[in-house]
């Protein structure tokens, strides 16, 4: 499955956005997705994920409340709402799939896409 991740971009502290995982050549009915960020020179780290059916999902603390990951099935894609902004937040983020079940561990994802850039001033 090929991921291409979209709706990055600048934004106030604050602000929203809402990201697009969108995928190709399989459903991703077929797998867990997940969201990663990565700043320059530390590790990539978990953001959301959410199961095949969308029936359970995860956050990571710093975003609980803040962030929601869903998924259309039908349209092949998966979201990040992203609301309530901090300069913390600004950051590379990837979504990935895996064909188990909804992790929070980037080592168990297996495909990834190429990361949408978001930054969020002060």
């Known amino acids: 499955v090929q991921l291409q991740a979209s709706g990055g971009g600048l934004v106030q502290a604050g602000g929203s956005l809402r990201l697009s995982c969108a995928a190709s050549g399989r459903t991703i009915s077929t797998y867990a997705m997940g969201w990663f960020r990565q700043v320059p020179g530390k590790e990539r780290d978990f953001v959301a994920a959410?199961?095949?059916?969308?029936?359970?999902?995860y956050h990571a603390d710093s975003v609980k409340g803040r962030f929601t990951i869903s998924r259309d099935n039908a349209k092949n894609t998966v979201y990040l709402q992203m609301d309530s902004l901090k300069p913390e937040d600004t950051a590379v983020y990837y979504c990935a799939a895996r064909g188990g079940i909804a992790a929070t561990g980037r080592e168990f994802y297996d495909y990834w896409g190429q990361g949408t850039q978001v930054t969020v001033s002060s």
């Open positions: 959410i199961s095949k059916s969308g029936s359970v999902t």
